[in-house]
Structures are given as C-alpha cells and as structure tokens.
C-alpha cells in the first residue's frame, strides 16, 4: 500500500511541474537565463518616470494654471497642509469625503485656483500626479523629514496653521502690527458662500486687495466672545473678517468651505474710507472651543499699507 501511495504522489507532482512548464512556456517567459528579461523596459521607464516627476514640480509652481494667481504651492509650500503619510484614497476633509488624487488636484483646480479641471487624458494631471506620488510621498519634499505628516498635530493643537498665519495672544488688548505687504491677493468666491456667509459678493470690492492671515495662539474658549479691531495708518483702507471653525480645523482662504461663523468689518456705505478703523462683530463661543482665523484686507484692491490688530476678548466663568 505505501508502494502505491507512493507512485500516485510522484505521478500527481510529475502532472503539476508538467502543468507549470506548458503554462510558462506558453506565456513567451524563458526558463534558463539568457534569454529575454521581462524587466528590461525598467530603465526607459524610470527615465519617462523621471520626466513626468520634474515635469510636475514645474507645474506645482506654475501660477499660470490658475485665473487668480495662485499654484498649488501657494497652499502647499514644502508640503504644508498635505497628508502624506495616508495613500490615496483617503477621506479630504475641506471636501469631507473619500477621493482618489486626480480628484483632489482638480478639486484644487476648480476651486482655490478657479480654473478649468484637467482631463483624465492630460498629461499635466499625470504629471502632477507623479510629482505628488514620488516627490512627497515617497522622497518627501525639500525640508521636511521623510515620516513627516505636515498637517500633523493631535486633534485640538495649534500646529496645525501655516506659516502664512500669525498667531496672537488669546487675551483682552493683545495688538500686534502687520502689513498688507505680507500677504496676497485670493479668490473670494468663499466669502458669500452660504456655508461661510462673511459678506455678500456685492461687496467684494472691500476685500480685493492683499489678505494677511492672523489667529490665536490657542483656540477660543467656550463662553467667550471675540471682537477683532484693526487700525490703519493714515491713506490705507482694510476691511476685517474673522470666522470660527472646529479645533481640528486649520483652514485659510480661499480654501474654506464651511464656518460656524463668520464676521466682517468693513465700509459697506461708501466703499472707501482710508485711515479709519474697522471692526468685526463679535465672534460668540457657547458651548465648544473653536479655531479662529483672522483676516486683514486691503481694500479697493490695496496691497500695501501698515496697520494695527487689537483683540477685545472676554470670558465669562
């Protein structure tokens, strides 16, 4: 009985090798080397890889992809507000839901930089693709260490802000200066959002100018309210606006899609009163803590000019 187990096992493994040659040779792969290598296109397409990748990290730089000015590094300098460290597709949270990459940059296209988006069949949209791909994921990009997560932070943290916002000190009285200078113009189709509602498109013209980005150095408390006042030097017209979203939040226009709340101050009688003060509302905390950014804009397109920020923000216990 074992002589036959044993010539049955030797026939049944002489069946499964036969069965293993006839389906490799049938593929064209060779057995013994030598003979053609499967592999031998990886250089050419390394070299094509190569090219996609700078090609991409030009366009990641090109201004001239938007209608407002803006690249995708204008949000995304040396991987700023990008999370790296999860493949796509991954949950986006300023358009909360699950998309794939060529979905996020057309998302990007459409919306911060008002433009058209690229087609499935554009070589831009693969190379951008490939530069996000190899030169963040995987090479990371100039500066940042390769396991950074530049949106990192736990849920709450301040770390999560760019560095185009300026923090201030959460309390009554705290002031800084700044200048219209150190920001840029952007689109303001969010601001009339009514997810956002700051101000009505009508008044655009009071928030053309360039934006400078200001919060707290740690977010709004609850039972608390919040009034932003800005002093301009004499000749410089801004208008203000500050909006409160949640702890885990870190958005900054035009790349805002929804707010708790939003408030502005600026001229709405004459569009135009250099040298005076503006200011917001207040900005009401209840129950919650919230993130809240500040904006100083030129107004009448302005995008020079010094000015002032004093915080008026009370507790209650």
Same mark, same amino acid.
């Given at each position: 009985?074992?002589?036959?187990?044993?010539?049955?096992?030797?026939?049944?493994?002489?069946?499964?090798?036969?069965?293993?040659?006839?389906?490799?040779?049938?593929?064209?792969?060779?057995?013994?080397?030598?003979?053609?290598?499967?592999?031998? =296109?990886?250089?050419?397409?390394?070299?094509?890889?190569?090219?996609?990748?700078?090609?991409?990290?030009?366009?990641?730089?090109?201004?001239?992809?938007?209608?407002?000015?803006?690249?995708?590094?204008?949000?995304?300098?040396?991987?700023?507000? @990008?999370?790296?460290?999860?493949?796509?597709?991954?949950?986006?949270?300023?358009?909360?839901?699950?998309?794939?990459?060529?979905?996020?940059?057309?998302?990007?296209?459409?919306?911060?930089?008002?433009?058209?988006?690229?087609?499935?069949?554009?070589?831009?949209?693969?190379?951008?693709?490939? &530069? &996000?791909? &190899?030169?963040?994921?995987?090479?990371?990009?100039?500066?940042?260490?390769?396991?950074?997560?530049?949106?990192?932070?736990?849920?709450?943290?301040?770390?999560?802000?760019?560095?185009?916002?300026?923090?201030?000190?959460?309390?009554?009285?705290?002031?800084?200066?700044?200048? @219209?200078?150190?920001?840029?113009?952007?689109?303001?189709?969010?601001?009339?959002? =009514?997810?956002?509602?700051?101000?009505?498109?009508?008044?655009?013209?009071?928030?053309?100018?360039?934006?400078?980005?200001?919060?707290?150095?740690?977010?709004?408390?609850?039972?608390?309210? @919040?009034?932003?006042?800005?002093?301009?030097?004499?000749?410089?017209?801004?208008?203000?606006?500050?909006?409160?979203?949640?702890?885990?939040?870190?958005?900054?226009?035009?790349?805002?899609?929804?707010?708790?709340?939003?408030?502005?101050?600026?001229?709405?009688?004459?569009?135009?009163?250099?040298?005076?003060?503006?200011?917001?509302?207040?900005?009401?905390?209840?129950?919650?803590?919230?993130?809240?950014?500040?904006?100083?804009?030129?107004?009448?397109?302005?995008?020079?000019?010094?000015?002032?920020?004093? @915080?008026? &923000?009370?507790?209650?216990?």
């Amino acid at each position: 009985m074992r002589k036959k187990g044993m010539r049955f096992s030797l026939g049944v493994g002489f069946l499964v090798v036969a069965g293993l040659f006839f389906v490799w040779e049938g593929s064209g792969l060779p057995l013994q080397s030598g003979g053609m290598n499967p592999c031998s =296109s990886y250089s050419e397409e390394r070299e094509e890889m190569d090219s996609l990748i700078e090609q991409g990290e030009t366009l990641w730089k090109d201004s001239s992809l938007s209608t407002n000015g803006l690249a995708c590094n204008s949000c995304h300098a040396h991987g700023a507000n @990008l999370n790296t460290t999860v493949p796509f597709p991954h949950n986006v949270e300023m358009h909360n839901r699950i998309v794939t990459l060529d979905q996020m940059i057309n998302i990007c296209m459409t919306i911060p930089m008002s433009a058209e988006p690229l087609g499935w069949a554009d070589s831009r949209l693969t190379a951008l693709n490939a &530069y &996000y791909t &190899y030169a963040l994921e995987q090479r990371a990009m100039p500066g940042e260490e390769e396991s950074a997560n530049p949106c990192g932070g736990m849920p709450g943290s301040h770390a999560g802000w760019t560095d185009q916002v300026t923090l201030l000190p959460a309390k009554d009285g705290a002031t800084l200066s700044g200048n @219209l200078s150190h920001g840029a113009r952007i689109d303001l189709d969010w601001a009339d959002n =009514s997810s956002i509602a700051c101000w009505p498109g009508t008044e655009n013209e009071n928030f053309s100018g360039s934006h400078v980005f200001y919060s707290l150095e740690v977010p709004q408390e609850a039972h608390s309210t @919040l009034t932003v006042a800005v002093q301009p030097e004499a000749g410089v017209d801004v208008s203000v606006y500050a909006y409160q979203i949640g702890i885990e939040s870190h958005d900054i226009p035009p790349s805002i899609f929804r707010a708790v709340s939003c408030e502005a101050g600026y001229d709405y009688k004459t569009d135009s009163n250099p040298g005076q003060s503006e200011e917001t509302p207040a900005l009401v905390a209840i129950r919650n803590s919230y993130n809240v950014l500040i904006g100083v804009a030129g107004a009448n397109g302005e995008v020079n000019g010094a000015f002032t920020i004093t @915080l008026h &923000y009370e507790t209650k216990d």
